[in-house]
């Protein structure tokens, strides 16, 4: 049996990798984390000085890139160029240039085939912005997964703290908001609830009551 594609998507914060994880690992899925991919992209663009105003530069750096997410020990390793970037990309300063960068046509064209390739077998959980509007429109379960602006910023501060990044709640929550507005604003596929998908507000949940939610629907 080869298994379905479930697409979770929503605004930062909401816990769609933790919730995914848990999802993915109960399910014996494979967990794409498809916004470590364009972490990845955001990291390399860093390292190139890449402009983003540059269309044929941008063009040309996105064929190029090569980044893919490595299950090691039943932990995801994030490669970029095959360098190693897992912790470096959740930096609050990668996080803002990522929303950037992930409104570029050539970037998510690039992520997008990826992430159809490493789904096209069934028995995978996406967690993202555009999975269930753009990546698999025909996704068989998809999942919108939202909770207070306030406690999305509290949980991304503890994330934050136990990485030892030096950021402020205040300074965490202004990200995130900022985040979502560019996510939801954008041309390209921006962040939007698909039709079909199954809305879960998380927010006072725990991750066990978050997936019982989840375990209705299948
Ligand atoms: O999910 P995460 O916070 O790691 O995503 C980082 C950024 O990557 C988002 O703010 C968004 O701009 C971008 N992203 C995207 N499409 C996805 C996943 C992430 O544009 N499918």
Do not use: C
């Not at 998507?9 to 994880?21: L, V």
């Not at 470590?36 to 044929?56: K, P, S, T, V």
């Not at 503890?158 to 402020?168: C, H, N």
């Amino acid at each position: 049996e080869r298994g379905v594609v479930i697409a979770v998507d929503g605004p930062s914060g909401a816990g769609k990798s933790t919730i995914s994880r848990a999802l993915s690992k109960r399910l014996g899925y494979l967990e794409i984390d498809t916004g470590a991919m364009y972490r990845a992209m955001a990291w390399l663009a860093r390292e190139a000085g890449l402009d983003f105003d540059n269309h044929q530069a941008v063009k040309a750096f996105s064929d190029h890139a090569e980044v893919e997410l490595q299950l090691h020990n039943g932990s995801t390793r994030v490669l970029a160029n095959g360098q190693d970037v897992t912790s470096e990309i959740r930096t609050p300063e990668i996080s803002m240039l990522t929303s950037r960068i992930s409104t570029l046509a050539p970037v998510r064209e690039a992520m997008m085939s990826l992430q159809r390739k490493m789904g096209a077998r069934g028995g995978v959980v996406l967690d993202g912005r555009d999975i269930g509007t753009v990546v698999f429109p025909d996704a068989e379960i998809k999942f919108f997964l939202s909770a207070s602006a306030e406690e999305r910023g509290r949980r991304r501060f503890l994330e934050l703290q136990a990485k030892g990044v030096q950021t402020t709640l205040q300074e965490t929550i202004d990200n995130v908001a900022q985040r979502d507005q560019q996510d939801s604003e954008r041309e390209l596929a921006p962040l939007r609830q698909a039709d079909d998908a199954i809305p879960i507000d998380s927010t006072g949940l725990s991750i066990e009551q978050v997936i019982a939610l989840m375990e209705q629907v299948y």
